[in-house]
């Protein structure tokens, strides 16, 4: 025992997260702690993790992520459930190619110079030689993911699963083939679908273009903010209704520049009462004019290419990059005189969301899912509450983007991803769709067929990842257990992207959603409120934080501010809140672990009895029972800031400020007393430890670790079962509603407000903290009076007083300080304590220099010159201090008041 006196007295007072983590992580991971089987006496429960690009390093936004649902699957797998927390990683088609494309670049190659077969493989070799980072970082965190069966969206199992669902709903009619205008990426050279592109708002130009009327002198004007495109315009349109315009309507009008007639139609696409009416129709470049060209029957002329180039149809302009052909056409039109006005217009643009080049709308043949048929059933579903989002909130975006879908654009221009499996024949056009890769054509036998070069939408294959990671579309045990999840903890970004889809997908091919609940957490920004990017350079990076904190203070601070669904604002400091609870924790339960080494030559021997106990040990186990209580109900609900505020306050206040305080005398004094503490300490130090574990899993593993040496059987009674050897794998404790005691608590808040009341008059008035005092209470009613004076053994120690007075309405002695409460006044006479004028004139002086600080502050801020010219931040730190001298002078002057009284 001395050995381990000598030990537990050498533990560091600072916590040193270095090794610990390490320590412990290879521990619970080496002998499969995460890992989950199909248990048919135990109740499942399954997460799988949103998988990150295969390409990615870990953000602010995964470490969020990631905590939130390692703190779900922590508590249920102490909760009893065989727990499954799948994890794995995005092949991420447009991003992976991006990188090993420039990776070729700096050879001076092409992926075209390589071929298809061998730019693949090497993209192989690049996942292979980095794309583990992210799981590196993530084990960084503490994540408890069951690794044992990590998937990747290209493995052998998800790319049949892929393939089955594609000739599934090609077979059902869901999958087609069409001609029709789609987002187009010219720096990617692929299709996107519509939720792929982020619309920003872009300082541009409006130009107002003359039309000619044929055979007339007069023009129709039309304001657009794409010049360029009107070399594919193919009519112009008005409002059925717009009197200003009818006598033109079937006339023609000549194209500015190239001079060719188009007519001029109706349709109630336009808005009358935006610029002058009249719009221009270019089908093959705009959303809402193709919609119209159909209605029409027009010709869709394409004059913008694919690599961003204007086509031959553009007249002279054709091979110009379709921003210069802008410049010089605006040049053209302003020479002949046709161009009107030009104004400055703030519009919505859209950019490639992987890299930012701006989008066009092109004319092209792709694969679409048609999303209709499959909306109606995850609609029905989420009606009936069979899917719940928490925040509510977030359901009607999710259904009014169902209710309003468009069918989706499928299909990519890139070589990374999936493939189609898709075949042409050369010789009688059959297209041939199969789950084995065609030799011959499925109508004609001819061998002459070509597969179809593009790959699957990433978010295709991602749609189906809660089923097909376990094992569909084999009936596999762990698809009949595990199936269906049930919670997608995920951010609101990618509810169109990815939640509606797996919805879609769970009921279209396994009959049930893939989940029942859906978390949605806020985003992360900068302490400034601006999203944290690359361009902005506002990025804090986890393993800097880590490194920095320690994994358990990221994570305790990541959980302390996630408030409903609330955006976090965030900054490196922010992580000093975790850093300081974990400190308090470790030294606390030192401070709990010496005294149990103190007290082990005299155990506490037999039962201990709840009601033998002493007032505070029977508080502290009815603040227990309360705390286990509301952290069961913080988890049931995702409230995930009232289950790390709430713990922390009970560890931090309850255990800490108050009843180690009062234990302390007894540990001094030894005995049986002191041996029943350390029974109730321990007892309450194991229960705490299984409450922290999921938000802090580190520090609570290692100190459970160090309570097992001295503590094996933690229960109240002499026979308690030896507790597990490894936390992680521990019960989560049951509240014993037994132990609440609301009248209890309620003694021990009056209690130990008299006593805060006490320490505050000793702060305010530079009272030594350890001098006793004389003081008098005047309680508000009898029930007070009584529970005071019950209590007045533990004021008086607290409090360090030597005389305590408690009465109904005691009058206010003379000189005396005093604090007014609710039930109580606390009257301190100063007499004999300080010399009363000298501490006036001392705060007098003190409250001169504070009002002057104060006037230079004002003065400051009235400056424009300085307003103007100083950083935000230096001119809000102005005014924190303003703000601060305020309240100091508030202080002061309320202080010489009591002083003056």
């Known amino acids: 025992m001395k050995e381990l006196e000598k030990f537990i007295e050498g533990l560091p007072k600072q916590y040193n997260s270095a090794g610990i983590e390490e320590k412990w992580y290879q521990h619970w991971d080496s002998e499969g702690l995460f890992h989950a089987e199909p248990n048919s006496g135990k109740k499942p429960y399954t997460i799988v993790i949103p998988p990150p690009n295969v390409t990615g390093l870990l953000h602010m936004g995964h470490a969020l992520n990631n905590t939130l649902q390692d703190i779900l699957i922590r508590f249920h797998r102490m909760a009893g459930n065989e727990t499954l927390w799948m994890p794995g990683t995005d092949h991420a088609g447009i991003a992976t190619q991006n990188v090993v494309e420039k990776q070729l670049a700096k050879e001076d190659l092409q992926r075209e110079d390589l071929g298809r077969e061998k730019f693949i493989e090497r993209v192989w070799e690049w996942k292979q030689e980095y794309g583990g980072s992210i799981v590196t970082q993530l084990r960084r965190l503490g994540v408890s993911c069951d690794w044992e069966r990590e998937r990747f969206t290209m493995d052998e199992g998800l790319s049949r699963a892929v393939r089955e669902v594609f000739v599934r709903l090609y077979n059902d009619g869901l999958i087609y083939r069409g001609r029709r205008l789609i987002n187009w990426c010219p720096r990617c050279h692929s299709a996107l679908a519509d939720d792929e592109v982020e619309h920003q708002e ?33 009519a112009l349109a008005v409002h059925p209704e717009d009197k200003r315009y009818e006598k033109f309507v079937g006339q023609c009008v000549l194209l500015p520049v190239l001079g060719r007639k188009i007519p001029i139609i109706t349709d109630e696409m336009v808005d009358m009462e935006f ?43 054709a091979g110009l990059d379709r921003f210069r052909c802008r410049e010089l056409l605006v040049e053209e039109l302003e020479e002949k005189g046709q161009l009107e006005k030009t104004e400055e217009h703030l519009h919505a643009v859209g950019h490639c969301y992987r890299c930012d080049s701006i989008v066009e709308p092109y004319l092209s043949e792709q694969w679409f899912v048609r999303m209709k048929p499959l909306a109606k059933q995850a609609i029905e579903a989420t009606r009936k509450g069979e899917v719940e989002f928490h925040p509510q909130r977030w359901e009607k975006v999710y259904l009014s983007w169902l209710e309003n879908v468009r069918d989706w654009c499928i299909s990519r221009q890139i070589w990374w991803g999936h493939q189609l499996p898709v075949w042409y024949c050369e010789d009688c056009g059959e297209i041939t769709v199969s789950m084995a890769d065609a030799t011959k054509c499925s109508k004609c036998s ?32 762990e698809l009949k257990y595990f199936y269906p999840t049930n919670v997608l903890v995920t951010d609101r970004g990618i509810i169109y992207f990815w939640v509606a889809r797996m919805v879609m997908m769970g009921y279209y091919f396994c009959g049930e959603a893939p989940f029942s609940d859906v978390y949605i957490h806020g985003t992360v920004l900068d302490d400034e409120g601006r999203k944290m990017s690359k361009s902005l350079g506002n990025g804090i990076d986890p393993i800097d934080m880590i490194e920095q904190y320690g994994a358990d203070a990221v994570r305790f601070t990541l959980a302390a501010l996630t408030t409903e669904g609330q955006d976090i604002r965030l900054s490196p400091t922010r992580f000093e809140m975790g850093r300081n609870f974990i400190n308090k924790l470790w030294n606390a339960s030192r401070f709990v672990l010496m005294n149990l080494v103190a007290t082990a030559p005299n155990p506490c021997a037999g039962d201990v009895e709840y009601e033998e106990l002493e007032f505070e040990d029977r ?149 030594a903290a350890r001098k006793p005092l004389a003081i008098s209470v005047s309680a508000r009613d009898e029930e007070v009076e009584q529970i005071l004076k019950h209590q007045v053994g533990l004021i008086a120690r607290l409090a360090v007083l030597e005389e305590l007075e408690i ?75 303003k703000e601060d001298l305020e309240a100091q002078i508030e202080k002061f002057q309320t202080l010489l008041e009591s002083l003056e009284s």
Request: hydrophobic fraction near 40%.
């Open 202 to 234: 872009v300082g541009g130009s409006l130009w107002h273009i003359a039309y000619p009327i044929k055979g007339t002198r007069q023009n129709l004007i039309v304001a657009t903010t794409r010049p360029e495109t009107l070399l594919g315009d193919t």
């Open 275 to 317: 610029g002058t009416g009249v719009v221009k129709v270019t089908p093959a470049h705009d959303p809402n004019d193709y919609e119209c060209g159909l209605r029409h029957e027009l010709e869709q002329v394409v004059v913008i290419g694919p690599d961003g180039t204007m086509t031959e149809e553009a007249g002279k302009y």
């Open 446 to 477: 001819s061998k002459n067929i070509q597969r179809d070069p593009d790959v699957l939408d990433t978010w295709f294959s991602s749609a189906l990842w809660p089923f097909s990671t376990l094992g569909w579309p084999e009936e596999t045990e």
């Open 619 to 767: 508080w502290i186990l009815s603040r227990l029972a309360a705390t286990s209580a509301t952290a069961r109900q913080a988890l049931d609900n995702y409230r995930y800031s009232d289950l790390a505020m709430g713990l922390r306050d009970f560890a931090w206040h309850d255990i800490c400020d108050w009843y180690l305080e009062i234990t302390k005398a007894r540990f001094r004094d030894g005995g049986e007393s002191a041996a029943v503490a350390a029974r109730v300490l321990a007892y309450v130090l194991d229960t705490m430890l299984r409450l922290l574990h999921p938000v802090i899993p580190y520090i609570t593993e290692e100190i459970w670790g160090l309570l097992a040496k001295l503590a094996p059987q933690r229960g109240l009674k002499a026979q308690s079962e030896d507790a597990p050897p490894d936390l992680i794998r521990a019960p989560w404790p049951q509240a014993q509603e037994e132990w609440r005691d609301q009248k209890l608590e309620e003694e021990m808040n009056l209690a130990q407000e008299a006593i805060r009341a006490i320490r505050n008059v000793r702060s305010k008035f530079n009272l």
């Open 807 to 881: 009465a109904v309405a005691l009058p206010k002695p003379a000189q005396a300080a005093s604090e007014i409460l609710d039930a109580m006044s606390i009257y301190v006479p100063l007499s004999g304590l300080m010399d009363v004028e000298l501490e006036k004139n001392r705060l007098e002086k003190d409250l001169q220099k504070k009002e002057e600080f104060l006037r230079r502050s004002a003065t400051k801020l009235k400056n424009e010159e300085f307003l103007s010219k100083a950083k935000p931040e230096i001119i809000e730190r102005e005014r924190a201090l």
